[in-house]
């Protein structure tokens, strides 16, 4: 049993060596064979984690026993490395090897004739490789390790094309924005570590929850976990760098935005929920993070032109969602208001039932982005149209897509997003009604991209033709949106230990009618201005000419951080400084001793004349001064 | 007034003075070299002082290793003013200033 | 009586010196076979020395004394423990790997490989030496070869740089010397097992302990560096040839660290005790000060013996946190910083060779032409960043833990976490590096760069290879280490 866990994640990264040392430099004339032994390693992850997923259904407490392995002693500290199996990773398991899997195969069709294929295939193994550890990490060191490379991974994959500047910046940036967010993080581990002895997931959580952790230390260890959460999961304030990272091949958004990276943050937030709860003020912080983001990533994701970046800020906002689900249950538990087992199971089960139908519908959003484009050459939506005829089966399956986003009942999205504006509404008023407002702007942007992209008349060059993509990419996206309309009706938010939701049922509370009502609202406003133009679409733009400018520049964060943060602040202000002083203070001081004692040499040498009768001068005034001071003081 | 040591010392102490100041002050090579040898006698003028009143033979042993060392001393020094003269065509000090920095 | 092992690897590359030196006729290649035998040889028994080294055993091993200078006591008496071990296999490591780099020398090569040659023998000999007389002698030694080497090979302002490195060595070590004297006189031995045993902080008094004791750190703070005595360093491993600067920054930089650990620490624990926190603030300096004039550097060479600053910082972090896991951890960190930082200029001297720029706003879009180099620069690159996976990672992270735990210093706690945030800066300079250098669309001027050669491959894939090992696997190392740092704080208690 252990074995199996061990392999299902260490067969991709074993893709990944096998890709890299053998594939690549010796049989690189067959680049397709990296393509099955990354599929062969994937889909073998695929079945050995839903044996798991029954083993674990089996077990009693939904947690398998498994065993530590030591990995480092020094003295008195020992550190074990080891594997967790309960429900929250077993779930997690299944949408990181479905959507992977999906992903791979779609990626056959996209980067098919790419010379990096090898390379592509290699990274994407250990991308998911490093994904599942990181999901069966059964301590924080380990999860901090696959976290790392989870992260590599995407700087690698981001950077895919990396002739590309924007490309090569944008890897960049992510890497660096999401390791301030791992250095509270890693702080917070040694801070852990310190208090408690330990690494270990599952005894942190027991002692936060016996209050063994106290008070303000607890807090800002959870708040340093929580920042690595929201690098991760591009939470506000480091949201910047998702909408960047479209500048990857778009089946690497798919994976990142749908199952693998920054679904990472949101999984560390549910993995340690009992630790995090502890803290009122850390769960809070996490709640309105995650509220605050998921509106203010929807405010962009309306006015984009760029078809990634909407659906960009569609992830942000839709982890927002999740964190908020998260943070509101445990605001519950923390105030007492829930019964504490009861609440970090419900906690748990509220925010990664969201990140489970999340994945199936974002995976194929991106893969009718992915499709689009393949057909269009471009991914600005002023300079496509007209795709419904063209793309029947694109367009079908992104409309299932973006229903289900929206939170279309009976589609998967509507059963998550329920549960939360259920648990928010109950625990934090004004966070639900910020995520009510949120509801209305995802079915407006949604659609309007819909409209826009699919709608209407073919707006882009006369020598595209536009053809519907082949099979390879097909196949995936339907196979996605048929998850994308039943995955919410499978009992993942029981087997978590969350409510259960009867299929009609839902439909009784006149919450859920308030949603589909706003949701409907905003397709219907999508429609009268992108649709039938009842609305002009620049009148309403220079109504609200400041706001859209706002809005529309992404209210400046880029430059502020960028351009006014680290180049004029850091580079250009204190590290030039540091510059300055190091060539000029401490060099200065080095170079001005030397020189000083040269300089002195100089004039000092000045006193040996070569004039022999000087120094016979200077030999007798000596002589009298011996003499007159042994005649004084002799 | 019978002549006494100090006599002969203020004797061998002017002349010495008179030395050192021509070995300083001249800027003949030559002049110098002469000086140098006013110096040298004024001490053998004391050295046979206080060997007369002193009854003691040393330093009259003395001033004969002086004036050897002198002589010596002289044929040296007049061999390389000639030679300062032949390659610099000077003999003045100020101006053999080879070793000056 | 036992094989001298150690003397044998300390004077084997000293013998292929002479042997060079005497060569009959000055063919290059056999010159370079002649400097490759040798160097192979040394770490060869290095690698024995480190598979025969007793993992159980605390004290100095495979101990050789002889009386030396009898009537001042003092002896030739080698021994390594764990501290010293892995930094021996470094040096033969590197000694080898330097002779590698250094193929494609042309310019007055008998010489070139004497004066490298003889530069690792007195590096092995610091390493290996017990005896304060003898170390200092070895630590003179690598001086005159590194003078000669960075003025003759090097480039731009050469001689500069060489004066300096010199000059400001040679004041390090002139204190050094007063330190160790001054020991002398009052411990009346050059022992530095028995000086560590004979408790002399408080028997000397504190006045003039922690003299000597800042007389001798001083001269390790500017080998190391330490902020602020670090500016001959930028100077000398930019100018100097690429497999001196390989040496220089892999090996010579942990002298200081070495010394330090080996002679501040062990001999007078109290005042290290005393003296941390100012110590560990200078360290803190130079992690972030050094990591923000590294993001300011256009010369690759420059910006990578920056780096080395910042890193070397966490070396002396983990030192005077004072407790096992940290001086482990900085241990590893010497070690791993020697194999990463080595592998960077030898690479970026590799990128010279092949493009003849070094100014990165000049450099671009290279990964096209340089498919194994971006590779490998890639995973040195990632090392320095300390990412999981690597050496760089697995030495970070012990410092950074045992410094949070440690409970000798007051408040090291913030210092360590001031401490982590060292990591965020070097991922920033590193990626914007590579992304300078590498990615981006590919330029003209280098149009038919070629890549890493076949001899070139070899030796960063072995360095790349221990790289990994190290950081997966970093027991292979730490028990080694473990058994070194054990009797330096037994005095702690």
Same mark, same amino acid.
């Given at each position: 049993m252990p074995e199996v866990a061990l392999a299902i994640f260490l067969l991709p990264i074993f893709s990944f060596v096998v890709i890299s040392l053998i594939i690549r430099p010796f049989l690189n004339k067959r680049p397709q064979l990296s393509w099955y032994v990354t599929i062969a390693s994937i889909g073998a992850s695929l079945i050995l984690s839903l044996w798991m997923l029954v083993e674990v259904i089996k077990a009693p407490g939904h947690v398998l026993p498994m065993p530590d392995y030591q990995w480092l002693v020094i003295g008195d500290t020992s550190i074990h490395l080891g594997v967790m199996a309960d429900s929250l990773a077993a779930v997690m398991l299944i949408v990181v090897t479905v959507v992977s899997l999906v992903v791979q195969i779609y990626s056959r069709g996209y980067m098919h004739g790419d010379p990096g294929y090898c390379r592509y295939f290699a990274f994407m193994s250990l991308f998911t490789g490093s994904m599942l550890g990181l999901v069966l990490a059964d301590n924080l060191l380990f999860l901090f390790v696959f976290w790392e490379l989870v992260g590599l991974c995407s700087y690698l994959l981001i950077g895919f094309w990396f002739h590309r500047p924007e490309a090569a910046r944008a890897a960049t940036k992510a890497f660096i924005v999401t390791r301030i967010g791992d250095f509270g993080f890693l702080a917070a581990i040694l801070f852990l570590y310190a208090k408690t002895g330990t690494f270990d997931i599952g005894e942190l959580q027991h002692l936060a929850l016996v209050g063994a952790i106290g008070g303000t230390a607890l807090t800002w260890a959870a708040i340093g976990i929580f920042s690595g959460a929201v690098g991760k999961s591009a939470q506000f304030p480091l949201h910047t760098w998702l909408p960047d990272a479209m500048e990857g091949p778009t089946p690497v958004s798919a994976l990142i935005h749908a199952a693998t990276m920054v679904a990472a943050g949101v999984f560390l937030v549910a993995r340690l929920f009992p630790m995090i709860a502890s803290s009122y003020e850390a769960i809070m912080t996490v709640a309105i993070i995650g509220g605050f983001t998921a509106i203010f990533a929807a405010t962009m994701g309306m006015v984009m032109n760029d078809f990634k970046r909407i659906l960009a800020y569609s992830t942000i906002s839709q982890l927002g969602y999740m964190m908020l689900g998260l943070g509101v249950v445990g605001v519950g538990v923390a105030r007492g208001a829930v019964a504490l087992e009861v609440g970090l199971a419900l906690g748990v089960a509220v925010g990664i039932f969201h990140l489970f139908n999340h994945a199936f519908f974002k995976a194929l959003l991106f893969f009718g982005a992915g499709s689009a484009s393949h057909a269009t050459g471009t991914f600005d939506i002023r300079e496509m149209g007209g795709l419904r005829k063209a793309m029947p089966w694109t367009f079908a399956t992104f409309l299932i897509g973006s229903l289900s986003i929206v939170g279309? =009942?009976?589609?998967?999205g509507f059963w998550g997003k329920e549960q939360i504006l259920s648990q928010a509404w109950h625990y934090a008023p004004i966070l639900f009604y910020l995520a009510m407002i949120t509801v209305f702007m995802t079915a407006f942007y949604m659609f309007r991209l819909l409209f826009l992209a699919f709608g209407g008349e073919y707006r882009g060059g006369a020598h595209v033709s536009l053809r519907e993509s082949p099979a390879v990419m097909i196949v995936p996206m339907v196979l996605l949106a048929i998850l994308s309309v039943v995955s919410g009706w499978l009992p993942i938010s029981e087997f978590l230990g969350g409510e259960s939701h009867s299929f009609f049922g839902a439909l009784a509370s006149p919450m859920a009618w308030a949603s589909l009502l706003l949701a409907a609202l905003g397709i219907l406003l999508a429609y009268a201005i992108y649709? +039938? +133009? =009842?609305?002009s679409a620049e009148s309403m733009r220079r109504r609200f000419a400041p706001l859209y400018t706002i809005v529309s520049r992404k209210y400046w964060f880029d430059e502020l951080y960028e351009n006014v943060f680290v180049v004029r602040i850091l580079v250009d202000g204190i590290f030039a400084l540091f510059h300055w002083f190091d060539d000029h203070i401490v060099d200065g001081m080095v170079n001005g001793i030397a020189g000083g004692t040269i300089a002195a040499g100089r004039e000092i040498r000045r006193l040996q004349t070569g004039q022999l009768q000087a120094y016979g001068l200077a030999i007798f005034i000596g002589i009298l001064a011996i003499i007159a001071f042994f005649m004084i003081f002799g | 007034m019978a002549v006494g040591l100090e006599h002969f010392l203020i004797l061998s102490a002017v002349l010495f003075s008179i030395g050192l100041y021509g070995a300083l002050a001249k800027r003949n090579a030559v002049v110098i070299l002469m000086c140098i040898e006013i110096m040298l006698n004024a001490v053998n003028i004391a050295m046979v002082a206080f060997s007369r009143y002193g009854h003691l033979l040393t330093g009259q042993v003395f001033a004969i290793f002086i004036m050897v060392v002198a002589a010596a001393e002289v044929v040296v020094g007049l061999a390389l003013v000639i030679a300062i003269y032949r390659s610099r065509e000077t003999v003045d000090v100020e101006r053999i200033d080879l070793m000056k920095w | 009586m036992s094989i001298p092992y150690l003397s044998i690897i300390i004077f084997l590359p000293l013998a292929g010196a002479i042997a060079i030196a005497l060569l009959p006729r000055a063919d290059p290649k056999r010159i370079k076979l002649t400097a490759a035998f040798f160097t192979l040889l040394s770490l060869v028994l290095a690698i024995a020395l480190f598979f025969m080294f007793d993992r159980s055993l605390a004290g100095a091993q495979f101990v050789e004394r002889v009386g030396w200078i009898p009537p001042l006591n003092a002896h030739y008496f080698l021994g390594i423990d764990g501290l010293s071990l892995p930094l021996v296999a470094l040096t033969a490591l590197l000694g080898f790997i330097a002779v590698l780099v250094s193929w494609k020398i042309e310019l007055r090569v008998r010489e070139y490989f004497v004066w490298l040659l003889v530069l690792e023998t007195g590096i092995l000999g610091v390493f290996c030496s017990l005896d304060l007389l003898l170390f200092f002698l070895f630590w003179e030694v690598e001086i005159l070869p590194m003078y000669l080497l960075i003025s003759i090979w *090097?480039? *731009? @302002?050469k001689e500069y740089s060489a004066m300096k490195f010199v000059v400001y060595t040679l004041l390090g070590s002139a204190l050094m010397l007063a330190g160790i004297l001054l020991l002398y006189f009052h411990a009346g031995t050059f022992d530095m097992v028995e000086l560590a045993q004979l408790g002399l902080g408080p028997a000397l008094g504190s006045l003039l302990a922690t003299a000597i004791f800042f007389l001798l750190f001083f001269g390790y703070a500017v080998k190391l560096p330490l902020f602020p005595l670090h500016t001959w360093l930028p100077d000398a491993h930019t100018d100097a040839p690429t497999a001196v600067s390989v040496i220089l920054a892999g090996i010579m930089l942990k002298m200081g660290g070495y010394g330090m650990i080996r002679i501040c620490i062990a001999i007078f624990p109290q005042i290290a005790r005393t003296y941390a926190p100012l110590i560990i603030v200078l360290a803190l300096v130079s992690i972030l000060y050094g990591a923000a004039v590294t993001f300011r550097q256009r010369d690759l060479k420059r910006l990578i013996a920056y780096s080395s600053i910042s890193h070397m910082g966490y070396v002396v972090l983990g030192l005077f946190a004072l407790s096992q896991v940290s001086i482990s951890g900085a241990t590893l960190q010497m070690v791993s910083h020697g194999l990463i930082i080595g592998l960077l200029f030898a690479l970026a001297g590799l990128l010279y060779d092949k493009v003849?720029? @070094?100014?990165i706003t000049r450099l671009g879009g290279l990964a096209r032409q340089m498919p194994i180099m971006v590779v490998v620069f890639s995973v040195a690159g990632l090392a320095a960043l300390g990412l999981p996976g690597t050496s760089g990672f697995a030495a970070e992270f012990l410092v950074f833990l045992g410094s949070f735990r440690s409970t000798m210093v007051a408040g090291i706690q913030i210092y360590t976490v001031i401490g982590v945030l060292g990591l965020v800066l070097t991922a920033g300079y590193i990626l914007w590096m590579l992304q300078r250098v590498f990615y981006g669309p590919p330029k003209a001027d280098y149009e038919g760069a070629a890549d890493a050669g076949k001899l070139e491959t070899f030796y960063a894939l072995v360095m790349v290879a221990l790289i990994m090992l190290i950081g997966i696997y970093p027991r292979i190392l730490t028990d080694v280490i473990n058994m070194g740092v054990l009797p330096i704080l037994a005095p702690f208690g």
């Open positions: 279309i =009942w009976p589609l998967a649709s +039938k +133009k =009842w609305i | - | *090097g480039t *731009g @302002r003849h720029e @070094r100014d």
